[in-house]
C-alpha cells in the first residue's frame, strides 16, 4: 500500500490501482483527489472536509452518520461498522471528537482502521482493541498536547508512526513535537512532508 501525505489530515491510500483518500479538508491538496476511488471523512470541521470539492467529485463519501454535513450526500457511518471502499476493508471505531475546552466542541468522530493495518484517528485519541501496523498520529491541534500525542503512540504500539494534523504549527514547532516522538517511542516515527509518499 502506498501512503501519500498531504497537508494537515489528508492521506491518500493506493494499492493495486484502487484510491482513497482521507480528510481531504480545506487546507489539502486538490491533488489529493484526483483519481480518487472513494472519501473517508472522520467528521465534519472544515479542516478535514471541503464539501464544495466532495459535491462534485462523483465519488462515495463515508462519515460519521451523526455528522451535520449540509451540501453533500454522505454514506453514514457508525462506530463498530466494517465495510469496503475503493476495495480496501474499513472498521470505523471512536464516536467522538477530543474536548478543546468546556467540553466543545462536541460532534461525531470516526477512527478508520484500513485494511486491518492502518488507523486515521481524525481528531481523536481513541485507541482500538486491535493491533495496529501503521498509525497517523495527530501532533497538534487546540484540543492536545505533545504529551498526549506520545501517549497515544506508546498506547498503540505501532510498528511505525506518521504524524498528521500538524498545518498549524510553524518548523520549529514542528521540529520539537518530532524530536520529542521519536525520542519517546518506540514506533519508528516518521515525519512525511505534504505531498511524501512510503
Known amino acids: 500500500m502506498r501512503i501519500t501525505k498531504y497537508t494537515h489530515a489528508c492521506v491518500r491510500l493506493e494499492h493495486d490501482g484502487r484510491v482513497l483518500v482521507v ?35 462523483g465519488v462515495p463519501v ?38 478543546i475546552y468546556g467540553g466543545q466542541p462536541d460532534c461525531a468522530n470516526l477512527g478508520y482502521i484500513i485494511d486491518e493495518a492502518m488507523y486515521h484517528p481524525g481528531d481523536s485519541l481513541h485507541v482500538p482493541e486491535q493491533p495496529i501496523e501503521t498509525l497517523l498520529v495527530p501532533v497538534q491541534g487546540s484540543w492536545m498536547r505533545t504529551a498526549e500525542a506520545i501517549d497515544f503512540v506508546r498506547a ?22 518530532n524530536g520529542w516522538l521519536a525520542e519517546e517511542t518506540n514506533s519508528g516515527y516518521r515525519y512525511l512532508r505534504p505531498g511524501e509518499s512510503v
Not at 510498528?159 to 518548523?171: E, L, P, T
Open 62 to 99: 463515508y462519515a460519521p452518520a451523526e455528522a451535520n454535513i449540509p451540501r453533500l450526500e454522505v454514506m453514514g457511518v457508525s462506530s463498530g461498522v466494517e465495510f469496503t471502499a475503493a476495495g480496501f476493508r474499513v472498521r470505523a471505531v471512536g464516536g467522538r471528537h477530543a474536548f
Open 156 to 177: 498503540i504500539e505501532p510498528q511505525r508512526a506518521f504524524a498528521i494534523h500538524d498545518a498549524q504549527i510553524n518548523d520549529r514547532g514542528l521540529s520539537g513535537v
Open 23 to 57: 480528510d481531504p479538508g480545506t487546507w489539502s491538496e486538490p491533488a489529493a483527489l484526483t483519481g480518487a476511488d472513494a472519501v473517508l471523512v472522520t467528521h465534519e470541521h472544515a479542516d478535514h472536509i471541503d464539501v464544495l470539492r466532495l459535491a462534485g467529485l
